[in-house]
């Protein structure tokens, strides 16, 4: 029973499209994030969500949108895609409070060509 | 500006023998630190974590060791397993906006030799 799901695993598309990841936690959590790993291993935040209600954005280009229609999910949506985007997408959740140990959904691994 | 570094990007150790993976940070108002293991393929799984008012938090094989005035954790895995070779991110969480921000380091890839 899966606790923080990705769809897709995998996406390879070309420069200009646009495309969404779609991200599901079934764990009750409030707050849900989404993270950027580059080439060079960096896991950084890009956003975070708690309650549906944007909390953090990391200096994130306007082309990124997320989008949570519940608490349960939280989607990204990406405009006009550019070779730079290439990278793996991690979805997190966690409970509020003191050293909220975050789940982490398996990834997304986009290739934009 | 990297707040939080690991500045081994891997090690290799034998089989039963003890791993240290290190960590420094810069921002003295983070207030948890986190340890997060990772295998090729799939997302990061927590392992453990420590409040920063305490200096050790121990949990099996795994215990991670805090100094405050040197701003650097350490894991250290003992007995070290095979099964233990994964990619290991130093995490340290502060409040914004009411709620925790996560900040990783790049991680610290460790090979466990049988």
């Known amino acids: 029973d899966t606790a923080v799901s990705q769809t897709p695993k995998y996406l390879v598309t070309q420069m200009g499209n646009d495309k969404s990841i779609k991200c599901e936690q079934n764990?009750?959590?409030?707050?849900m994030y989404w993270y950027k790993q580059d080439s060079k291993k960096f896991l950084k935040i890009m956003f975070s969500?708690?309650?549906?209600?944007?909390?953090i954005n990391e200096t994130v280009p306007n082309r990124f949108s997320p989008k949570s229609p519940d608490k349960a999910h939280l989607n990204l949506h990406i405009n006009s895609l550019e070779l730079g985007d290439s990278a793996v997408y991690f979805c997190a959740s966690s409970l509020q409070g003191g050293g909220g140990t975050q789940y982490f959904g398996p990834g997304t691994r986009l290739l934009v060509l | 500006d990297q707040q939080v570094k690991q500045n081994s990007p891997s090690l290799s150790v034998q089989e039963g023998r003890i791993s240290i993976l290190n960590c420094d940070y810069t921002?003295?108002?983070?207030?948890?630190f986190l340890w997060y293991k990772k295998y090729p393929a799939e997302g990061p799984t927590f392992l453990i974590s420590i409040s920063s008012i305490k200096d050790k938090n121990e949990d099996g094989r795994f215990t991670v060791f805090l100094n405050k005035s040197a701003k650097h954790l350490s894991l250290h895995i003992v007995p070290s397993q095979p099964g233990d070779s994964a990619v290991y991110f130093c995490a340290a969480s502060e409040i914004t906006s009411g709620t925790y921000k996560y900040i990783f380091g790049t991680g610290t890839r460790l090979k466990v030799l049988a």
């Open positions: 969500y708690n309650n549906k209600e944007l909390i």
């Open positions: 921002n003295s108002m983070f207030d948890y």
């Open positions: 764990l009750g959590h409030d707050t």
